[in-house]
């Protein structure tokens, strides 16, 4: 997500943190590969696999671009989001109308940061559930995704990773003005998502601090901190999806 934000709004957007008087460390990694679409900015991050609970995990019944649906009331993210994936998440509702928790698995990101963020509103919009499990990797774009859960879920040992969008033109936030519609977009986004305004400027800041080309990772403690979602905490009775292989077809 977004690149480093020091400009203007970010000193005052950390001093509104609710982590600013803790003293954290991070990591940071270099991206292991980008893409370039005509759709929009783009953010993702591919690493390893997450590695998640093996028992009761379900086989997906079916498949709706980057999500895998386990049942009646249960869907997976589980794959980078592009310009089609609102529209496939239409048809998975459509499917399976009944769909309330999105367990996010293994998220690398997005290829199309509109079209990410139009998904974002469809999840919030419906009420949904966003639960990251234990060894969930939610990074880059697909963190805005987990924002849009009504409700939040984090369990212990779930990693998050932010940084800088980059544009078309090779831009990034900090080479717009800060109340450039560029940046706006972000910010309105997370107000939508429940945040105030000084908790978005704080957010969006945080995000920012780490450019395109490296990655900035947050433990479940540190995002729950962030988004005040509480005590780590389970969905009940809802196994995972875990190391689905892409290239296998789900019938």
């Given at each position: 997500?977004r690149?480093?934000?020091?400009?203007?709004?970010?000193v005052l957007?950390?001093?509104?943190?609710?982590?600013a008087?803790?003293?954290i460390?991070?990591?940071t990694v270099?991206?292991?590969?980008?893409a370039?679409?005509?759709?929009?900015?783009?953010?993702?991050l591919?690493?390893q696999?997450?590695?998640?609970?093996q028992?009761?995990?379900?086989?997906a019944?079916a498949?709706?671009?980057?999500?895998r649906v386990?049942d009646?009331?249960?869907?997976?993210?589980v794959d980078v989001t592009d310009?089609?994936s609102?529209g496939?998440?239409?048809?998975?509702?459509?499917d399976?109308?009944?769909i309330?928790?999105i367990e996010?698995?293994d998220?690398p990101?997005?290829?199309?940061?509109?079209?990410?963020?139009?998904?974002?509103?469809m999840?919030?919009?419906?009420g949904?559930?966003?639960?990251?499990p234990?060894?969930?990797?939610?990074?880059?774009?697909a963190v805005?995704?987990?924002?849009?859960?009504?409700?939040?879920?984090?369990?212990d040992?779930?990693?998050?990773?932010?940084h800088?969008?980059?544009d078309?033109?090779?831009?990034?936030?900090?080479?717009?003005?800060?109340?450039?519609?560029e940046?706006?977009k972000?910010?309105?986004?997370?107000?939508?998502m429940?945040?105030?305004e000084g908790?978005?400027?704080?957010?969006y800041?945080?995000?920012?601090?780490?450019?395109?080309?490296?990655?900035?990772?947050?433990d479940?403690?540190?995002?729950?901190?962030?988004?005040d979602?509480?005590?780590?905490g389970e969905?009940?009775?809802?196994p995972?999806?875990?190391?689905?292989?892409?290239?296998?077809?789900?019938h």
């Amino acid at each position: 997500m977004r690149s480093l934000a020091v400009f203007i709004f970010s000193v005052l957007a950390f001093a509104a943190s609710p982590l600013a008087a803790q003293e954290i460390v991070y990591e940071t990694v270099v991206l292991e590969e980008a893409a370039w679409l005509d759709g929009g900015s783009e953010r993702y991050l591919s690493t390893q696999p997450a590695v998640v609970p093996q028992a009761d995990v379900p086989d997906a019944i079916a498949e709706y671009g980057p999500f895998r649906v386990f049942d009646e009331g249960r869907a997976a993210l589980v794959d980078v989001t592009d310009s089609r994936s609102p529209g496939a998440f239409r048809a998975m509702l459509r499917d399976f109308p009944g769909i309330a928790v999105i367990e996010m698995i293994d998220c690398p990101g997005t290829d199309d940061d509109r079209a990410n963020l139009q998904l974002g509103r469809m999840i919030r919009a419906r009420g949904m559930v966003t639960y990251v499990p234990a060894g969930g990797s939610v990074r880059s774009g697909a963190v805005e995704l987990f924002l849009a859960g009504s409700h939040r879920i984090i369990d212990d040992g779930a990693e998050f990773a932010v940084h800088a969008w980059i544009d078309e033109d090779g831009r990034q936030a900090q080479d717009y003005a800060p109340d450039a519609p560029e940046n706006r977009k972000y910010l309105a986004y997370y107000r939508d998502m429940g945040m105030g305004e000084g908790q978005a400027l704080a957010f969006y800041a945080m995000t920012n601090s780490a450019p395109f080309e490296q990655a900035l990772w947050l433990d479940a403690a540190e995002m729950r901190g962030w988004l005040d979602t509480g005590e780590p905490g389970e969905v009940q009775k809802q196994p995972l999806l875990a190391n689905l292989d892409l290239s296998i077809p789900l019938h």
